[in-house]
């Protein structure tokens, strides 16, 4: 063997009291370790409490979904016979249209009918106009020469009356 000394230690303390202060740090770590469960512990805790306020309300809601149910259930009914009134309004607005579209067509039969009837009456008034007119003429020749004759008369009328005196 080696006969040197071993050195001593910077560290002049027993060999008792650095493996006491190694069980001090290490029971210094295990209060740490504590205290994190501590907090860990006191968080799951809150959650906790949150959760049966959670639940609680829960059960309030499901209470008062099963006390609406019947509500909603007249609700629904509602809305079903609501959408079959739709229906029957629609079936019927289809059927309004198809005779609104007979309607139309009809209306405009006789726009056509009434434009053929003013263009006759147009045709016959001015048709009516002329022969009038020409019954005018021969009216007034006929006044024409009834005057002429008449003057005529007049005039051998007053001849004769001057041969007879």
Request: charged share 40%; proline share 1%.
């Given at each position: ?24 740090a ?45 509500i ?10 609501t ?83």
């Amino acid at each position: 063997m080696n006969e040197e000394t071993t050195k001593e230690l910077p560290n002049k303390l027993s060999f008792e009291e650095r493996v006491f202060a190694r069980f001090d740090a290490m029971d210094a770590r295990f209060d740490t370790v504590d205290a994190r469960f501590d907090a860990v512990d006191a968080r799951f805790n809150a959650v906790d409490v949150r959760f049966n306020t959670v639940e609680a309300r829960l059960e309030k809601l499901e209470a008062r979904a099963y006390d609406t149910k019947p509500i909603w259930e007249k609700a629904l009914a509602a809305i079903m016979q609501t959408g079959l009134e739709v229906g029957e309004i629609k079936a019927k607005v289809a059927g309004i249209e198809t005779k609104v579209a007979g309607i139309e067509t009809e209306v405009a039969g006789m726009k056509t009918d009434y434009a053929g009837i003013r263009n006759e009456l147009t045709e016959m008034k001015r048709d009516l106009k002329y022969k009038v007119n020409k019954s005018i003429d021969l009216i007034l020749e006929f006044l024409v020469e009834g005057r002429t004759d008449l003057r005529d008369a007049e005039d051998r009328i007053k001849q004769l009356e001057t041969k007879l005196a």
